[in-house]
């Protein structure tokens, strides 16, 4: 008997593995491009938005003479400044140049900013709760929207995911290709080809970027669904693996602020303390960073007794075990913030290149279409392109604009004017961004039928 050896896959029939890989890519673009391209818009400028809001804010702006002041004396100053306020939190300030920042409640139960100037103790300013920074955070956490939001933002991560993978096998050789970019006598050619070279370049940012979208994912469905675990340590009866109970804060028979701080600095001399909240759950809280590394504020944490400066709870960031270690590099790798602003630079300027990424794929897929006689095809794009745009308007309606939170609401006219001329113009450009993809859509739909004609 005989045996004759069968032919290898020949290349037609890997170029149409190759092709089914492609059409996949494209679909995964084009029902969630708009999704995509809002979610990354909103991150990559929430990535510096304390920033954003200390260019916008004049009253976040000081000029570096001497040495900044002890948190205690910020305390004071602005404690003597408004005794009919409660300080409910202090911040250091981020950088040489920024001031210290402190959330008040004053009498009518409203929360405010006020901004010091760490060398010389002057009030710089008073602000309300609402600024740029909580703006895009919540917006780029939630969409304003509560948990639908959160999970809407946390699923993106899988078509990102899929992307990534679905172009990375059908674009052979692509590990050559990183210096590859044709000549193009098209714009779709010369987008195209831009389109596939950012990708490439995008390609660490973007398995960063999906992989810690659905990292937040799964810790939401773990602590909902699994344990009913939330955090590793916080004021608690239940949801942490190490709850502390919760306590009645009166806020009357309390040790000053700066004996309740000296506490912490003897206890926790390698802090370098970001935020005191005065009133955590009734305790006196502290979070910052100590040589850890890559890890947010609160892996470093001390609970105070503030009634009687004993220490409750004292967290050491390198005692964490590998998973909640885990949990606190997340937010620093998802939005750079770990080498102040250089990593956050570098973030910035590739989640631009992710958000064009985005753009550009459902573009391509568009013009694609503009020349396909699948009048089904069409018509599905369109109709994906009308319920992504009508979610962006209806997601940012006036009534969430004017929200700082769920509790906190404030008319727009009292925000400062720089920080009202970024929100209104950062709207402005997001929506004719948005407006033109789905034009975009139509026409390539319009000329498809012309065609047919």
């Known amino acids: 008997m005989r045996y004759e050896a069968q032919p290898d896959a020949g290349p037609a029939q890997k170029n149409q593995k190759s092709q089914l890989w492609f059409i996949w890519h494209s679909w995964l673009g084009v029902l969630s491009g708009l999704l995509l391209f809002i979610v990354c818009w909103g991150g990559t400028f929430a990535t510096i938005s304390y920033e954003l809001d200390w260019l916008f804010n004049p009253d976040q702006r000081v000029q570096a003479i001497g040495e900044i002041r002890r948190l205690e004396d910020i305390y004071q100053s602005v404690a003597n400044t408004f005794p009919n306020s409660s300080v409910e939190t202090v911040y250091s300030p981020r950088y040489s140049n920024f001031a210290a920042e402190l959330s008040?409640?004053?009498?009518?139960?409203?929360?405010?900013?006020v901004y010091v100037n760490p060398y010389t103790l002057e009030?710089?300013?008073?602000?309300?709760?609402?600024?740029?920074?909580?703006?895009?955070?919540?917006?780029?956490?939630?969409?304003?929207?509560?948990?639908?939001?959160?999970?809407?933002?946390?699923?993106?991560?899988?078509?990102?995911?899929?992307?990534?993978?679905?172009?990375?096998?059908?674009?052979?050789?692509?590990?050559?290709?990183?210096?590859?970019?044709?000549?193009?006598?098209?714009?779709?050619?010369?987008?195209?080809?831009?389109?596939?070279?950012?990708?490439?370049?995008?390609?660490?940012?973007?398995?960063?970027?999906?992989?810690t979208g659905a990292w937040?994912?799964?810790?939401?469905v773990r602590s909902l669904h699994i344990d009913n675990i939330f955090a590793y340590s916080d004021v608690a009866t239940a949801g942490a693996v190490v709850p502390i109970p919760p306590r009645e804060y009166s806020g009357l028979n309390t040790l000053p602020f700066n004996e309740l701080l000296a506490v912490v600095r003897e206890a926790r001399p390698d802090i370098e303390i970001a935020y005191v909240s005065l009133n955590r759950g009734g305790y006196f809280y502290i979070v910052g960073q100590t040589n850890n590394l890559l890890v947010r504020n609160r892996a470093n944490k001390i609970y105070l007794n503030p009634e009687s400066g004993e220490i409750v709870y004292n967290q050491y960031?390198?005692?964490?075990?590998?998973?909640?270690?885990?949990?606190?590099?997340a937010d620093p790798l998802h939005f750079g913030n770990f080498a102040g602003l250089t990593s956050k630079f570098i973030w910035f300027v590739f989640g631009l290149i992710l958000s064009f990424l985005s753009l550009s794929g459902v573009f391509l897929f568009a013009k694609r279409l503009s020349r396909s006689h699948k009048l089904k095809t069409?018509?599905?794009?369109?109709?994906?392109?009308?319920?992504?745009?009508?979610?962006?308007?209806?997601?940012?309606?006036?009534?969430?604009?004017?929200a700082a939170s769920a509790k906190e609401f404030y008319l727009a006219q009292q925000l400062p004017s720089g920080t009202k001329l970024f929100l209104y113009?950062?709207?402005?450009?997001?929506?004719?961004?948005?407006?033109?993809?789905?034009?975009?859509?139509?026409?390539?739909?319009?000329?498809?039928?012309?065609?047919?004609?």
């Open 425 to 453: 113009s950062w709207l402005i450009v997001t929506s004719i961004i948005c407006a033109s993809w789905i034009i975009l859509v139509f026409v390539n739909y319009r000329q498809s039928e012309t065609l047919k004609r």
């Open 123 to 211: 009030i710089t300013g008073v602000a309300p709760f609402l600024n740029i920074q909580r703006y895009l955070r919540d917006f780029h956490r939630r969409l304003f929207t509560g948990s639908f939001g959160f999970y809407l933002i946390c699923l993106s991560s899988i078509p990102l995911i899929g992307s990534l993978i679905t172009s990375l096998v059908f674009y052979k050789r692509w590990w050559r290709r990183f210096f590859e970019f044709k000549s193009a006598r098209t714009v779709r050619t010369f987008i195209s080809n831009l389109h596939r070279l950012a990708g490439l370049w995008a390609l660490w940012f973007v398995l960063i970027i999906s992989l």
């Open 317 to 329: 960031g390198e005692d964490l075990s590998a998973y909640w270690y885990w949990s606190n590099m």
């Open 216 to 220: 937040y994912l799964f810790e939401r």
């Open 378 to 402: 069409k018509a599905f794009c369109t109709v994906a392109a009308l319920l992504s745009l009508s979610s962006w308007f209806i997601l940012n309606s006036p009534e969430p604009f004017l």
């Open 104 to 113: 008040i409640r004053n009498e009518k139960n409203q929360s405010k900013r």
